[in-house]
Every structure is written in structure tokens, then in C-alpha cells.
């Protein structure tokens, strides 16, 4: 199936460094989501956005959907040792049958303390 | 709380034995989903279901089964046709209006001996 270009595939960072990845899609996207998962357990929504252009903060983190609608981006501003784990964008390209997520192959984040 | 519960969270099966994940949701979702995950990647879609009785592939359904007698039900036979079956499995579920925001449970992971 198709999947999105998530990049960097991983990162090893200090902690009190901020964390940028972002993903790139070759068609446009009504929905962009940027989940975490941890070892062992299932991803967890962090930010969705819905239309271009659109910047949303959760905390630390930032999250923006291009507007070209064809990317998005996950920022991590001062990160800290609970941030590890790997990250996974994921599109919707539409409605109907479109309403299914393409995801990203992940980033996976390490912090050293 | 709402949320989804997968059981059981480890189980080991020799080869040529069905086996079947359970996943029960109370968010009142209408859509479900059943994910494979293997290292390196990503999620990927082996069936869902928008209402029930009713349900379709995804991208890798050979070898699996799933059934949707109740709104809160679905569940995922993993049968001995499936050729490499070890891998962490994940579901989730969603409102059907709207964007396709998948809420996840904590994952399933089957092991064959």
C-alpha cells in the first residue's frame, strides 16, 4: 500500500534539545496526525490537524500541516527523557474509501539524559 | 473510562494452530480496525470494519479472519494459513463522520513457536 515519507528515520539527541521530523506525501491530504508509541503499547494521538496552514501546539510539542497539503511536520522543543519512543504521522487523503490513514514508517526518538 | 482493551497482550501458538485476538471497544466508535506491526514497518491495515456485519480487507489479509456481530466487537482469527504470523497486532476505532482519528488499543503480541 502506499505510505508517506517520514524522515529522520531516527534520532539520538541530549536531553534539553529540541527534535524536528516531518513527513512528505506525493498527493494532498485532508488530515494529518502525528501519533507517539512507546514499547510494547499502541500509538497515541498527540496532534491532528485539518486544513493547510494550520500550526497546533501541545505542550512541548508543534505540529503543522503544509500548505501545500502534501506535508506535515512535529516539532519537540526541549526534550526530555519520557519523549522516547517513535513517532508516526499518518494522512487521510479524503472521504468514503479515502478515509483511510496512509502512515509513515516512524522516527524513532532517543534522548540521553 | 473509555478506550479499548486487546487481550490477551502475549500469546505464543505452535504453527499450524488458528488463534484469535480479541478487541472490545466502549467509545460508542462505529469503525474498527486491525493493524500488523513488524520492526521497521510501520502499521499495516488488515481489515476494518465501518458498521456492523459488515467488514473489508485491507492491504495484507491473507491468512486472517476478523467478524463483527456487535458494535463493541472485533474480533481477529490469525489462522494457519497466515505464513508469518509472529508480530505485534493493534486495533483501533473511529467515528465514521468527520476526520479518521483512530484511537488504539495497547496491542496484542503473538509469538509461533
Known amino acids: 500500500g502506499q505510505q508517506l515519507n517520514q524522515s529522520p528515520q531516527s534520532m539520538f539527541i541530549q536531553e534539553g534539545e529540541d527534535v524536528s521530523m516531518n513527513c512528505t506525501s506525493s498527493s494532498i491530504f485532508n488530515t494529518w496526525l502525528w501519533y507517539k508509541q512507546e514499547p510494547g503499547e499502541g500509538p497515541v494521538l498527540l496532534i491532528a490537524?485539518?486544513?493547510a496552514g494550520e500550526l497546533t501546539s501541545n505542550g512541548r510539542l508543534t505540529a503543522q500541516f503544509g500548505i501545500t497539503r502534501k506535508d506535515s511536520f512535529l516539532n519537540i522543543s526541549a526534550s526530555i527523557p519520557s519523549d522516547v519512543g517513535i513517532y508516526f504521522c499518518?494522512?487521510?487523503?479524503?472521504?468514503?474509501?479515502?478515509?483511510?490513514?496512509?502512515w509513515g514508517l516512524g522516527t524513532s526518538l532517543a534522548v540521553n539524559p | 473510562d473509555g478506550g479499548i482493551t486487546q487481550s490477551p497482550k502475549y500469546l505464543f501458538r505452535k504453527e499450524g494452530q488458528n488463534v484469535t485476538l480479541s478487541c472490545e471497544q466502549n467509545l460508542n466508535h462505529d469503525a474498527m480496525y486491525w493493524y500488523r506491526q513488524d520492526p521497521g514497518q510501520g502499521l499495516r491495515l488488515i481489515y476494518y470494519s465501518q458498521i456492523v456485519n459488515d467488514f473489508q480487507k485491507g492491504d495484507i489479509a491473507e491468512g486472517y479472519s476478523v467478524s463483527r456481530e456487535k458494535k463493541e466487537s472485533f474480533p481477529l482469527t490469525v489462522t494457519s494459513a497466515q505464513k508469518n504470523p509472529t508480530a505485534f497486532y493493534l486495533c483501533?476505532?473511529?467515528?465514521?463522520?468527520?476526520?479518521?482519528?483512530?484511537?488504539f488499543g495497547a496491542g496484542s503480541r503473538l509469538t509461533v513457536l
Open positions: 490537524l485539518y486544513k
Open positions: 499518518a494522512g487521510q487523503p479524503g472521504a468514503g474509501n479515502n478515509r483511510k490513514l496512509i
Open positions: 483501533a476505532s473511529s467515528q465514521i463522520s468527520g476526520a479518521n482519528v483512530l484511537t
